[in-house]
């Protein structure tokens, strides 16, 4: 595609439930990369994939988050038994080959947990 | 965790003034990178600085990089209200994968 492409732009669930969220790359992008920023902040590193594998997944905060690229093109964050803590804007960005190139960065996916 | 920290945290100018935002990071780097976010949502990429450069112009921007001090700024010239947004410098961490780390974000309000 001509961008990267999240989806839903907006999710609202409730405590306890499970969320995924979707993120489509450039097509030919090898690398993908979620981050998670709250309100204020920067964004932060959840995890980085190099083709199908997480090549880096030293930021997912625990256990309840986890994330695939099965072929290598779109990728799925799935996040179980959501949290009022796990609140915040989830975006997904996209690189030819990695942090060597700018990122091109999808508009997220604002996750409300009531 | 921040690798960067931008300063300052917030920056108020009118249309027409010049607009200077610093970034400052801990460990050695081969790139780094400034990103402009609207409105909170998805980044956009500006410009990209590595390691053995010292300067490096695109249109109305120019940034530098210090690699002695561990620093970096981004200027603005002749600022427009359409330049409101919040600015975020990102490092690479070599050696330890292929990633960038954002720094904390400079919020610039441009007046008309």
């Known amino acids: 595609g001509a961008g990267v492409s999240q989806t839903p732009s907006n999710k609202v669930t409730e405590k306890g439930k499970y969320v995924e969220l979707r993120c489509d790359p450039i097509?030919?992008?090898?690398?993908l990369y979620w981050y998670r920023q709250s309100l204020g902040q920067g964004p932060e590193f959840l995890i980085y994939?190099?083709?199908?594998?997480?090549?880096?997944d030293s930021g997912l905060p625990n256990d309840r988050f986890f994330a695939v690229r099965p072929e290598g093109s779109v990728s799925t964050l799935k996040i179980q038994r959501t949290e009022r803590g796990d609140s915040a804007v989830y975006l997904c960005?996209?690189?030819?080959?990695?942090?060597?190139?700018?990122?091109?960065f999808g508009s997220g996916t604002r996750l409300t947990v009531v | 965790s921040q690798q960067g920290e931008e300063d300052p945290q917030a920056l108020s100018i009118q249309e027409g003034e010049n607009a200077t935002m610093n970034c400052s990071y801990k460990t050695s780097i081969n790139n780094l990178q400034w990103y402009r976010q609207n409105s909170g949502r998805g980044l956009v990429h500006l410009i990209l600085i590595r390691s053995n450069e010292r300067e490096k112009h695109s249109g109305r921007l120019r940034v530098t990089l210090d690699t002695s001090k561990k620093s970096s700024s981004l200027l603005i010239t002749a600022s427009r209200a359409a330049d409101t947004a919040s600015y975020f410098c990102?490092?690479?961490?070599?050696?330890?994968?292929?990633?960038?780390?954002f720094g904390t974000g400079t919020r610039l309000q441009v007046f008309p």
């Open positions: 990102a490092t690479d961490v070599p050696y330890n994968t292929d990633k960038l780390i």
């Open positions: 960005a996209s690189s030819p080959t990695g942090a060597n190139y700018g990122y091109t």
């Open positions: 994939f190099q083709g199908t594998g997480a090549a880096d």
């Open positions: 097509s030919g992008h090898t690398a």
